[in-house]
């Protein structure tokens, strides 16, 4: 599948550490948004998850690479692709990009 954007947002200054840098808890609260977003995309309702099909993922693994730092202001999206479908899993690839360019500032792999 290739990447779509699943998450858009601007780092708020409540986001940050006592360095001024976004927290490390926040990369990871963009990618469970994003993983919200590729379910709907993929027919996995909220209703589904709740009470119909009861259905949803739950991350067993995660490889991360945290490469630049991102800082209050600064807008960023996340880019989620699937890489991997299994017989009871799925894995998942975010990168989180300011959007003042290109580069990666975060990837991780989630099964």
Not at 25 to 40: E, K, M, R, T
Not at 62 to 70: G, I, L, N, P
Request: with cysteine; aromatic share 10%.
């Amino acid at each position: 599948m290739p990447a779509i954007v699943s998450f858009r947002s601007v780092v708020d200054p409540s986001d940050c550490d006592f360095l001024g840098h976004m927290n490390v808890s926040w990369f990871f609260a963009a990618c469970l948004d994003g993983v919200f977003a590729i379910q709907s995309e993929i027919g996995l309702t909220a209703n589904d998850m709740r009470s119909g099909r009861r259905l949803s993922f739950a991350v067993v693994n995660a490889q991360s690479d945290f490469r630049a730092e991102m800082s209050a202001g600064d807008a960023i999206r996340l880019e989620t692709s699937i890489i991997e479908i299994g017989t009871q899993s799925m894995t998942f690839r975010h990168r989180l990009i300011p959007a003042k360019g290109d580069a990666v500032a975060f990837e991780t792999v989630f099964k």
